[in-house]
């Protein structure tokens, strides 16, 4: 379980993450626009930077662990980018119990069959699969995945999904595209939005719920959009959320 009480992540004097608290259990989907707190959120709750308050998980303070095979990540900071991928897979195999064959069976079923690059000479595409497969064939207990479906074409892509809803046991995934999050309709929701959770909720349920503009008795969820109040509704007449594909489009509606 992750859990955050009045978690606050702050970088540069200002304050990304606003004080918030939840419990995350199984697999959870963290959506929201660009520039939302995403990344940051899970940043944090990799340990790789500082926040007040308290993250845990599975009972233990992130910022005070030591043991951290439990969890992996494909945050490009849990990275030696100057390291070819073979060493990189030498390496998890060391120090994460990364099983090396499933690593390269994987690479290869997505084309990246070089294992003698270095992983920044990687494309855009390339680094986010290499990244996320390192992570997921370290048989994690908890994933934590930043947008591992961005700059990977469509085929990849359900690869991937598949590949996520098979290892570790509970985790965040990360991503901005409604389009692929439907293949996670059963997995719970948060929506992150300027720096504030909203959740959790089942997906496939926000997904198909409508969005109307003030505060309706009765909706599944709340959100406070660029100073102004949403409901998510069930069988509502407004705008489906899942028609908005990419969530920066909610500061249009």
């Known amino acids: 379980m992750i859990e955050l009480k009045d978690a606050v992540v702050e970088l540069g004097g200002k304050e990304i993450i606003k004080q918030t608290s939840t419990r ?17 959120l899970l ?15 599975n ?14 990540t494909n945050l490009p900071e849990a990275f030696v980018l100057g390291l070819t991928m073979e060493d990189v897979i030498y390496l998890y195999e ?8 499933k690593a ?28 996320t497969i390192i992570a997921l064939s370290s048989e994690p207990e ?55 959770l909203h959740g959790l909720v089942n997906l496939g349920e926000l997904l198909d719920s409508t969005i109307e503009e003030g505060e309706v008795p009765g909706a599944i969820l709340y959100m406070n959009v660029g100073g102004r109040k949403f409901s998510l509704i069930k069988q509502g007449k407004g705008k489906k959320f899942e028609d908005l594909i990419l969530l920066d489009r909610i500061y249009n509606i």
């Not at 009972?59 to 992996?72: C, F, L, P, Q, T």
């Not at 060391?94 to 064959?101: A, R, V």
């Not at 270095?118 to 699969?129: H, I, N, R």
């Open 94 to 101: 060391e120090i994460k119990q990364l099983d090396g064959e």
């Open 24 to 40: 995350i259990s199984g697999k959870t989907v963290l959506l929201g626009p660009n520039g939302s707190g995403k990344t940051t």
């Open 142 to 196: 908890v994933i934590l995945l930043d947008e591992p479906f961005e700059n990977v074409d469509a085929a990849k892509r359900y690869k991937v999904a598949n590949w996520i809803k098979e290892f570790g046991k509970e985790g965040v995934i990360v991503t901005h595209e409604l389009d692929i999050a439907k293949t996670f309709k059963s997995y719970d929701s948060l929506i992150i939005l300027e720096g504030r």
């Open 43 to 57: 940043r944090a709750m990799a340990g790789v930077i500082p926040y007040r308050g308290s993250i845990m998980i």
């Open 59 to 72: 009972g233990i303070e992130v910022k005070r662990a030591r043991n951290v095979n439990a969890i992996s």
């Open 104 to 131: 390269r069976e994987m690479l290869r079923e997505v084309g990246i069959t070089d294992l003698k690059k270095k992983v920044y000479e990687l494309s855009a595409g390339q680094g986010v699969l290499f990244r």
